[in-house]
């Protein structure tokens, strides 16, 4: 909250947003950068520390590869659409899109190539990670993003056949591209994993003995192995639900629960709203609106927001999307 309301007083004036919003996407790409690097040079380490595990998956500066898929997600997805913001699309000519392929392959201006070689780099580190949900949740929302971007050339008939057909082409060509790590995690353990599933249930028998006021905050990992079904394997310290929502109505009761998600999503209204209110700086409540969703969407099946390293920033971004849903000239 601390973090959502600073974002949103900062971003009040439209040039701090944009501030913000770059330096977002520029720290992302230096965390990218490390992680590369790190991930190559010294895979067992942590910054300093040694890894506990995950060896194999590149982290970046998390622990858990999933909530690094899901941040480095985040941050291709500011670098995609700022690179589309510089590509020229001209919905008159009669092949716009060739135009916009021509602006960024054939004569490239010095601000497309960073904007790509950037995007190159963080979707590079998200692949990386082998986290199978953060991988296609982070691609599903770029192009959603971008969709919505581009909602006034596409059309209708564009953005509810054409360009769902191009994206999801896109995604399994650099799923076979890029993403061997996430095709391994597959072909092992398929969509999911069953002891996830079996905490679910166990998890919801939980909020059955305590529907109205849970079992207490930062409770769950005490009263979990009480509720642990015999279908979850032995292996490992179930410590969270790895479902945000489900871990709050355990802890705090359904009807808390239920705020928490009416919050949230009168916060995605207001910043639709603003999506086609805004014209001039559109990007700033696009951008935080699809974080958000993203950031939302995988929280059902894992604990990202409550990593602070990555719900701090997203809260931040969501805060400026907020502040900007409205012209400065209406305030």
């Keep these: 909250m601390l973090a959502m309301v600073t974002g949103f007083l900062v971003s009040r004036d439209r040039r701090a947003a944009h501030f913000l919003l770059r330096a977002f996407a520029a720290s992302g790409l230096v965390y990218a950068l490390y992680g590369i690097f790190s991930f190559c040079v010294w895979p067992d380490y942590v910054l300093w520390h040694a890894k506990v595990g995950y060896r194999n998956s590149l982290v970046g500066t998390f622990i858990n590869p999933n909530v690094a898929a899901v941040y480095f997600g985040s941050c291709a997805m500011v670098w995609a659409l700022m690179l589309a913001k510089a590509l020229p699309v001209n919905s008159a000519s009669r092949y716009p899109w060739r135009d916009t392929f021509d602006a960024l392959f054939t004569r490239p201006?010095?601000?497309?190539?960073i904007g790509f070689t950037a995007c190159f780099v963080v979707l590079s580190a998200m692949f990386?990670?082998?986290?199978?949900?953060?991988?296609i949740f982070s691609m599903l929302a770029i192009t959603g993003a971008l969709a919505t971007l581009y909602r006034r050339e596409l059309g209708l008939r564009g953005l509810l056949l054409t360009f769902p057909l191009y994206s999801a082409g896109t995604i399994v060509v650099a799923l076979q591209i890029f993403g061997?790590?996430?095709e391994q995690r597959f072909d092992s353990e398929g969509l999911s994993d069953s002891g996830r599933w079996n905490t679910y249930l166990s998890t919801v028998n939980i909020i059955g003995d305590h529907p109205w006021l849970g079992s207490g905050l930062g409770t769950f990992r005490w009263v979990f192995p009480k509720y642990r079904s015999g279908e979850v394997p032995i292996a490992g310290i179930w410590d969270r639900a790895h479902s945000v929502t489900l871990e709050i109505a355990s802890e705090m009761g359904i009807p808390f629960a239920?705020?928490?998600?009416?919050?949230?999503?009168?916060?995605?209204?207001?910043?639709?709203r603003g999506?086609?209110?805004?014209?001039?700086?559109?990007?700033?409540?696009?951008?935080?609106?699809?974080?958000s969703v993203l950031a939302l969407l995988h929280s059902q099946i894992d604990f990202s927001l409550q990593i602070p390293g990555f719900a701090v920033p997203i809260c931040a971004i969501v805060g400026m999307g907020l502040a900007q849903t409205s012209s400065s000239q209406s305030r």
């Excluded at 990386?128 to 991988?135: D, I, L, N, Q």
């Excluded at 209110?277 to 609106?289: C, G, N, Q, T, Y």
């Design 180 to 182: 061997s790590r996430v």
């Design 128 to 135: 990386m990670t082998g986290s199978r949900a953060g991988s």
């Design 109 to 113: 201006s010095g601000t497309v190539v």
């Design 258 to 272: 239920l705020l928490i998600i009416v919050g949230w999503l009168l916060l995605l209204i207001v910043m639709g």
């Design 275 to 291: 999506i086609l209110v805004r014209k001039r700086d559109e990007i700033l409540p696009l951008a935080a609106f699809w974080i």
